[in-house]
């Protein structure tokens, strides 16, 4: 059974950064598509960054804001936030997908497995 686990969640004021990781567990994903993902409440989850194969992939609205990155010697995926809004408050979750290319879903039901995700609180 693949794991998922997400770290770096917190509180932090508007302007602040947190780095989310997430970390596979029992496996190297070394052949995985690796997403982020978020949901607010009240709202659907929403797409946030991708990784595959050393390519990226960001939603329009969070790019510039946002960066994903991989670590292969420690099998984690990164997701840096820098500029934190209020309204990037959410849960943020990581997901992944065995892929053989640098082909990046954005689609929530293209994910294969997921992790329990970890809350982002943006105070103003």
């Known amino acids: 059974q693949v794991q998922l686990v997400e770290s770096g969640g917190g509180l932090v004021q508007a302007g602040g950064s947190l780095r989310l990781s997430c970390a596979p567990s029992?496996?190297?994903?070394?052949?995985?598509?690796m997403g982020w993902f978020r949901q607010a409440p009240g709202k659907e989850r929403e797409f946030v960054a991708g990784?595959?194969?050393?390519?990226?992939y960001y939603a329009d609205s969070l790019k510039g804001r946002f960066t994903i990155s991989r670590d292969n010697a420690k099998n984690t995926v990164y997701l840096q936030m820098n500029s934190l809004k209020p309204e990037d408050t959410a849960v943020y979750y990581c997901a992944a997908k065995q892929v053989y290319s640098d082909y990046v879903p954005t689609n929530e039901n293209k994910y294969d497995y997921w992790g329990q995700g970890t809350q982002v609180t943006v105070s103003s």
């Open positions: 029992g496996r190297t994903f070394s052949s995985y598509a």
């Open positions: 990784w595959s194969d050393g390519a990226t």
